[in-house]
């Protein structure tokens, strides 16, 4: 927090959950890329909610041969997601069209809040820039009326002895309050984009708070919190079984008589479940469907 102009500023350094993801769903460069963005803005994201329980969902839906990806993340630092192409490799050469052959022409982004108690909201806005951050910066002043500047720098570097593109990952996302002074959050905003990869190749490696306040070193800058980030997934066995019996009793007969047994894949974390057929049996046997 900025006490004095009233700014709230998250910052989220993500490489290693960014790579994490990365291998778990074999991805390619530029999958991998949009993959790690998206999850960085869903940590950023998900730190304004409010209750241990509150999700918010980022959906990116395109033309292009990405075709689209899914993004979630919490108050608890979880954050977790998956692109549906997971083979696209190249981008186009650096500036305004450096994300449009991963894109496309056409697209929406949309933003599902969980406000608790069962009710959702949900907003969308069409691509227009065809980069993840720009559009989504313009979601946050067209659909939420807040007026935001984000920040994503993927910076490559070694890991474990090899040259990686996602050795460092950091997003910002800089918003003033309700009564935040907005010439101090449109100054700050022109400085930190200036400044942001070249402050982030110089300090990442130092811990989230040093490089944040070597890009804010304004003497108000107060750190209200700290907590760790985390690549993971809520599935389970029992999760499976549970939407087996949302089936019903006789879809689920269906299904024991025609495949033998039940199989599922998580898309967050390409886990594989098997329900055999017995097992299948004995939840029909129970009455359980």
């Given at each position: 927090m900025?006490?004095?102009s009233d700014l709230r500023l998250v910052l989220a350094t993500t490489g290693d959950l960014s790579r994490q993801a990365r291998a778990t769903h074999q991805s390619m460069p530029a999958s991998a890329a949009l993959l790690s963005q998206g999850l960085t803005a869903a940590a950023l994201m998900g730190s304004l909610r409010?209750?241990?329980?509150?999700?918010i969902n980022l959906q990116l839906e395109c033309d292009g041969p990405l075709r689209g990806l899914f993004v979630d993340g919490d108050a608890n630092g979880v954050v977790r997601g998956y692109v549906k192409n997971t083979l696209v490799e190249y981008t186009g050469s650096e500036g305004r069209?450096?994300?449009?052959?991963?894109?496309?022409?056409?697209?929406?982004?949309?933003v599902l809040r969980d406000q608790g108690?069962?009710?959702?909201?949900?907003?969308s806005v069409e691509l227009e820039h065809f980069d993840l951050v720009a559009d989504l910066e313009r979601y946050f002043h067209q659909s939420d009326q807040v007026p935001s500047h984000l920040m994503v720098a993927q910076l490559p570097g070694l890991v474990d002895g090899q040259e990686d593109p996602l050795a460092t990952v950091v997003g910002l996302l800089v918003q003033p309050?309700?009564?935040?002074?907005?010439d101090a959050f449109k100054a700050l905003g022109t400085r930190l984009k200036a400044q942001f990869q070249t402050a982030v190749q110089a300090h990442a490696?130092?811990?989230?708070?040093?490089?944040?306040?070597?890009?804010?070193?304004?003497?108000?800058?107060?750190?209200?919190?700290?907590?760790?980030?985390?690549?993971?997934?809520s599935c389970?066995?029992?999760?499976?079984?549970?939407?087996?019996?949302?089936?019903?009793?006789?879809e689920l007969k269906d299904l024991l008589e025609k495949e033998g047994q039940a199989e599922a894949t998580c898309q967050f974390c390409t886990t594989r479940y098997v329900i055999p057929g017995a097992e299948i049996q004995q939840m029909l046997t129970e009455g359980s469907a």
């Open positions: 900025l006490k004095a409010k209750g241990t329980d509150s999700r069209y450096h994300w449009r052959p991963v894109l496309g022409n056409q697209g929406f982004l949309s108690g069962g009710e959702y909201y949900r907003s309050l309700p009564n935040g002074d907005r490696q130092d811990g989230a708070a040093t490089l944040l306040r070597s890009l804010v070193p304004e003497a108000d800058l107060e750190i209200m919190s700290r907590y760790p980030l985390r690549f993971t997934c389970s066995r029992d999760r499976v079984k549970l939407a087996l019996l949302a089936m019903g009793r006789e």
